[in-house]
Structures are given as structure tokens and as C-alpha cells.
């Protein structure tokens, strides 16, 4: 049986939590414009983008040669929290690990924000390594995102 682990990370930002929130919730039109070099487009095709059940089809750029697309599908929102959940239902990434879950919590810190990122995942083999690469293009994310919103 292959491992299941978890990876966290958090990620001081100079955005405030709320503006970064709100660029999070708007991800699939935000983050192709402010992350070109990550995602050539986030399509919703299911629900709104950004309820419970909606599913989103991203197709990541060149820049990622690992994961060309994923499937994700969102479990959870908390507004007030800033908290959302999502699985990853389809596409490259399942090729390394059966399941793929992320948690990103938003909360304020001085002038700023603070984002925490929480993955769990069950790898497809125990010669698979843990998702580093996958929580770094995470952090690269929301270090660009900040520097984009204050920009």
C-alpha cells in the first residue's frame, strides 16, 4: 500500500487578507491574468467557480511540464473563516498520487495577511516522492499573486 502524507506551508503576504481572499475566490479569472506563466486558462464547468461542487478545468503553462491539467472539484467555503477546500477529481497530477486534497486558510497579520496551505495526498507508489514541487508552485503562486494585487 502506498503512503498517504500531508505538506503545510504558510506564506506571509503584504495584501490584506481580504483582498487576498477575494483574489483566491476569483482565481479562475485572476490567476491566469496575474500568473501567466503558470496557467494558460481556468475553465468552470461545473456550478459557479466558486461554491461547494463546482468543478474547474485548469490547464496550467509550458512553464509546469509535469501537470499539463487537473480537474478540481471544491469541497468546502468558509467566508468568514477564509477557508476553502478542494480535490483534485481528474488529470496529470492523479497520475502520481491516488488522491490530492488542499486546504488554503486566509487571515489577517499586521498591514498584511497570512495564507496557509495544507495538503493531504496518498501517493500511487512508494517510489513516488512527496508533493514539494506541487507546495513550492503553491508558494511561487502566492508570492506572485501578492506582488500582482499590489502592484
Given at each position: 500500500m502506498a503512503a498517504a502524507g500531508k505538506l503545510e506551508v504558510d506564506v506571509e503576504l503584504k495584501t490584506s487578507a481580504d483582498k487576498f481572499w477575494e483574489s483566491i475566490r476569483d482565481s479562475s479569472t485572476v490567476f491566469?491574468?496575474?500568473?501567466?506563466?503558470?496557467?494558460?486558462s481556468i475553465q468552470v464547468l461545473e456550478g459557479d467557480g466558486k461554491s461547494?461542487?463546482?468543478v474547474r478545468l485548469i490547464h496550467y503553462a509550458e512553464a509546469s511540464s509535469l501537470v499539463t491539467f487537473d480537474k478540481e472539484r471544491i469541497d468546502?467555503?468558509?467566508e468568514e473563516k477564509k477557508i476553502l477546500s478542494y480535490?483534485?477529481?481528474?488529470?496529470?497530477?492523479?497520475?502520481?498520487y491516488k488522491s490530492f486534497k488542499a486546504t488554503l486558510m486566509v487571515s489577517a497579520?499586521?498591514?498584511?495577511?497570512?495564507?496557509?496551505w495544507v495538503s493531504e495526498f496518498e501517493k500511487a507508489s512508494d517510489e513516488i516522492p512527496d508533493p514539494n514541487i506541487i507546495r513550492d508552485f503553491a508558494v511561487e503562486n502566492f508570492t506572485k499573486l501578492d506582488a500582482y494585487l499590489k502592484a
Amino acid at each position: 500500500m502506498a503512503a498517504a502524507g500531508k505538506l503545510e506551508v504558510d506564506v506571509e503576504l503584504k495584501t490584506s487578507a481580504d483582498k487576498f481572499w477575494e483574489s483566491i475566490r476569483d482565481s479562475s479569472t485572476v490567476f491566469p491574468k496575474a500568473l501567466p506563466h503558470h496557467y494558460k486558462s481556468i475553465q468552470v464547468l461545473e456550478g459557479d467557480g466558486k461554491s461547494v461542487g463546482s468543478v474547474r478545468l485548469i490547464h496550467y503553462a509550458e512553464a509546469s511540464s509535469l501537470v499539463t491539467f487537473d480537474k478540481e472539484r471544491i469541497d468546502a467555503v468558509d467566508e468568514e473563516k477564509k477557508i476553502l477546500s478542494y480535490s483534485v477529481i481528474e488529470g496529470d497530477l492523479l497520475k502520481f498520487y491516488k488522491s490530492f486534497k488542499a486546504t488554503l486558510m486566509v487571515s489577517a497579520k499586521g498591514d498584511g495577511s497570512s495564507v496557509k496551505w495544507v495538503s493531504e495526498f496518498e501517493k500511487a507508489s512508494d517510489e513516488i516522492p512527496d508533493p514539494n514541487i506541487i507546495r513550492d508552485f503553491a508558494v511561487e503562486n502566492f508570492t506572485k499573486l501578492d506582488a500582482y494585487l499590489k502592484a
